[in-house]
């Protein structure tokens, strides 16, 4: 199943956050029992819990690739169901592939299309991408709203989560029911409008959406 976790922040050096991230990722331990990986930085840090199907050494997470002297970082969940053809096309584009691991192909085909890339993704998925260079978070959810991503903002840094519960465990956060969600809940569910969830404060990138985080705005 796997699950990622992830904070960003512009205003403070966070590279001594090892432990925050560490508590976050272990809330989602249950998604990936296999393995686990970080990607710290002093303006974000990663975590993924992986459960491993395909290719045990070249799946490993969070992944990075490097194109034009700017490096990429990938957390990612789901399957993506034209990876051959995704392959393919990448090959053609003069991208080597080292992997057999659908990351990869993920990862290097954000590369190629951009912000583009979901007209091209056939699956079920939620995932998170760092353009280090850019400063700039790219992060999105299949177009039928399958796998989860959660995301809040609270003292300056963006949290996110392939589960609530993993944004939950980062240091004082406010916990708070939304009247709203919780009315869904009960009323309604497990249906809710997209986007939304019980708690304030938290929400979900919608089906088939797409947002883009950086230093001077958050754009959807």
């Given at each position: 199943?796997?699950?990622?976790?992830?904070?960003?922040?512009?205003?403070?050096?966070?590279?001594?956050?090892?432990?925050?991230?560490?508590?976050?990722?272990n809330?989602?331990?249950?998604?990936?029992?296999?393995?686990?990986?970080?990607?710290?930085?002093?303006?974000?840090?990663?975590?993924?819990?992986?459960?491993?199907?395909?290719?045990?050494?070249?799946?490993?997470?969070?992944?990075?690739?490097t194109?034009?002297?700017?490096?990429?970082?990938?957390?990612?969940?789901?399957?993506?169901?034209?990876?051959?053809?995704?392959?393919?096309?990448?090959?053609?584009?003069?991208?080597?592939?080292?992997?057999s691991?659908?990351?990869?192909?993920?990862?290097?085909?954000?590369?190629?299309?951009?912000?583009?890339?979901?007209?091209?993704?056939?699956?079920i998925?939620?995932?998170?991408?760092?353009?280090?260079k850019?400063?700039?978070l790219?992060?999105?959810?299949?177009?039928?709203?399958?796998?989860?991503?959660?995301?809040?903002?609270?003292?300056?840094?963006?949290?996110?989560?392939?589960?609530?519960?993993?944004?939950?465990?980062?240091?004082?956060?406010?916990?708070?029911i939304?009247?709203?969600?919780?009315?869904?809940?009960?009323?309604?569910?497990?249906a809710?409008?997209?986007?939304?969830?019980?708690?304030?404060?938290?929400?979900?990138?919608?089906?088939?959406?797409?947002?883009?985080?950086?230093?001077a705005?958050?754009?959807?």
């Open positions: 199943m796997c699950g990622f976790v992830g904070l960003l922040n512009f205003n403070k050096n966070i590279e001594n956050i090892s432990n925050v991230i560490s508590s976050m990722n809330a989602l331990s249950h998604r990936g029992p296999d393995e686990e990986g970080y990607y710290v930085s002093d303006t974000i840090a990663l975590g993924h819990k992986r459960l491993i199907v395909i290719d045990p050494q070249g799946g490993k997470q969070p992944m990075s690739a194109f034009k002297n700017n490096n990429y970082i990938i957390c990612y969940n789901g399957q993506i169901y034209n990876t051959s053809e995704l392959k393919d096309d990448l090959i053609s584009h003069g991208f080597e592939i080292k992997t691991s659908d990351t990869e192909i993920l990862l290097k085909s954000y590369i190629l299309y951009g912000k583009d890339i979901l007209k091209h993704l056939n699956g998925f939620s995932f998170a991408i760092w353009n280090e850019n400063k700039e790219f992060i999105a959810r299949d177009h039928f709203g399958i796998k989860p991503f959660y995301y809040s903002v609270y003292n300056n840094t963006f949290i996110f989560s392939s589960e609530i519960k993993g944004i939950l465990a980062f240091p004082n956060f406010p916990v708070c939304d009247k709203y969600g919780i009315s869904e809940l009960f009323g309604i569910g497990p809710h409008t997209p986007g939304l969830c019980p708690f304030k404060n938290i929400y979900e990138i919608k089906p088939g959406h797409y947002a883009i985080y950086d230093k705005r958050s754009s959807y």
